[in-house]
Nanobody, 123 residues
Framework: QVQLVDSGGGLVQAGGSLKLSCAAS????????MGWFRQAPGKEREFVAA????????VYADSVKGRFTISRDNARNTVYLQMNSLKTEDTAVYYC????????????????WGQGTQVTVSS
């Protein structure tokens, strides 16, 4: 069992940066791939980024490639999403998730989800 707690969201101007964190409980954290998803008002939840348990496999959505960086610290049971050059279209609730396979996670197949943290980018 893995429980996830997202944090770090907030209000930022376009062009600014934010760093999201997701703290996981459970001794099996390092066995899971971790990812971030987002859901904007009126839209479906979409994949943002994922990282394998060892960090060797990282995948990004095209919309965030070059601007966002996902990382993890297995010793701290934490995954991060560094978001730079933020755009108004990045406004959404961001969710972290844990899954068995990174490739499946890109399709939304995850075993555990965080509660979400709001990111608002103003123009």
């Amino acid at each position: 069992q893995v429980q996830l707690v997202d944090s770090g969201g907030g209000l930022v101007q376009a062009g600014g940066s934010l760093k999201l964190s997701c703290a996981a409980s459970g001794r099996t954290f390092s066995m899971y791939g971790m990812g971030w998803f987002r859901q904007a008002p009126g839209k479906e939840r979409e994949f943002v980024a994922a990282i394998s348990w060892g960090g060797g496999n990282i995948v990004y959505a095209d919309s965030v490639k070059g601007r966002f960086t996902i990382s993890r610290d297995n010793a701290r049971n934490t995954v991060y999403l560094q978001m730079n050059s933020l755009k108004t279209e990045d406004t959404a609730v961001y969710y972290c998730a844990a899954g068995r396979v990174v490739a499946a996670m890109t399709s939304g197949i995850c075993q555990y989800w965080g509660q979400g943290t709001q990111v608002t980018v103003s123009s």
